[in-house]
């Protein structure tokens, strides 16, 4: 890769505006699911898939379910992206807290967080 192009990139990379929203963990094996909110959608699954491999998971009835079936049986889901773009800290925090609290009810889920 040529210096130009990985400039070009690094740019692109540091320009590109989180996507705030609900995404959910769900185990095919057992079908169970949990939901949470997050600030940056595009990064949200590193950080659970590492927790989870780490055996560190807040969660322990998560990680249980991961230490019994393994990544196989994992998939994780975008449920919702917000596209509010103008909102400020407190407002966009507050909007994420209320759409998890929907989606897990709709979907009959617990909390990622644990």
Known sequence: M???????????????KPRPGVFSVRCTATGQTW?????????CKNGV??????GA???????????????DAFVLEEVEA???KDLSGWELSSK???RERHWR???GATAVAG
């Not at 939901?35 to 990064?43: E, F, G, K, R, S």
């Not at 998971?57 to 990544?71: C, D, M, T, Y």
């Open 2 to 16: 040529s210096k130009e192009r990985r400039r070009e990139l690094l740019a692109a990379y540091k320009e590109k």
């Open 35 to 43: 939901v949470q909110a997050n600030p940056n959608l595009d990064t």
């Open 49 to 54: 898939w590492a927790a989870l491999r780490f």
């Open 57 to 71: 998971h807040p969660n322990k009835a998560l990680q249980a379910e991961w230490n019994a079936h393994g990544a």
């Open 82 to 84: 917000l596209e509010e």
């Open 96 to 98: 994420l807290k209320s």
């Open 105 to 107: 009810e709709a979907m």
